[in-house]
């Protein structure tokens, strides 16, 4: 039970984690690289799109990676989101 509280309360944290994350990542890009020039509406809408996109592959690669290669997982996190990141620039 104990474990259960544990890992919920850890799962929720990391929520936050990524909210904050999400939010300051959206307010840095729209200020720097959107140049405030679109409506943050538009922005947003893409915003989320991408990242979330992104998150979503991100994970299901390093998943299916770590599953066939084996080793460390944070190796293939760190080249999954490396390759990402230019896939991602162009979109």
């Keep these: 039970m104990i474990i259960l509280l ?8 990391c929520c ?3 909210i904050i994350s ?4 959206y307010n840095f890009n729209h200020r720097f690289v959107f ?6 509406k538009d922005t ?5 799109i991408v990242s979330t996109s992104q998150m979503l592959i991100s994970a ?13 997982e944070v ?4 080249s ?11 979109f």
């Design 35 to 40: 140049k405030k020039k679109h409506r943050k």
């Design 6 to 13: 544990v890992l919920f309360i850890s799962g929720i944290i």
């Design 80 to 90: 999954t989101d490396f390759l990402l990141f230019f896939m991602f620039y162009y």
């Design 16 to 18: 936050y984690g990524r």
């Design 60 to 72: 299901f690669i390093v998943a299916n990676l770590h599953r066939m290669i084996g080793g460390k």
């Design 75 to 78: 190796l293939s996190k760190i």
């Design 44 to 48: 947003l809408y893409r915003f989320l």
């Design 22 to 25: 999400a939010t300051m990542s």
